[in-house]
């Protein structure tokens, strides 16, 4: 088993994504947890991956279009993302939502 890690989001170093989209990234050997920050009217533009991924909204509204299925989401609401799914994230509002990838994004360690 791994080492125990506790953190606080916002002790830990914050990497720009694309302009107006900040990440924050805690990552184990099997699971990874990514608090991202969304300016107003920023797109994630469509993409996909083999990793499965559940996004939380925090706080802020989000738009989700996952597999040509759009929803607009707010604090407390989730989605599980299959792997492999085309899907984009509009932000309506400054939003944060923490994304759980399954296996871990490599790409995005630091």
Known sequence: MSDVTYVKWADMPQVDMLPGIRRRVLGGDKLMSVQVALE?????????????????????????????????????EAVLIPSDALHVATALEESVVVDVFSPPREDFRD
């Open 40 to 76: 107003k009217g920023v797109v994630v533009p469509e993409h996909k991956h083999p990793h499965e991924q559940i996004s939380h909204v925090v706080s802020g509204k989000v738009e989700f279009t996952v597999a040509g299925q759009s929803k607009v989401m707010g604090p407390g």
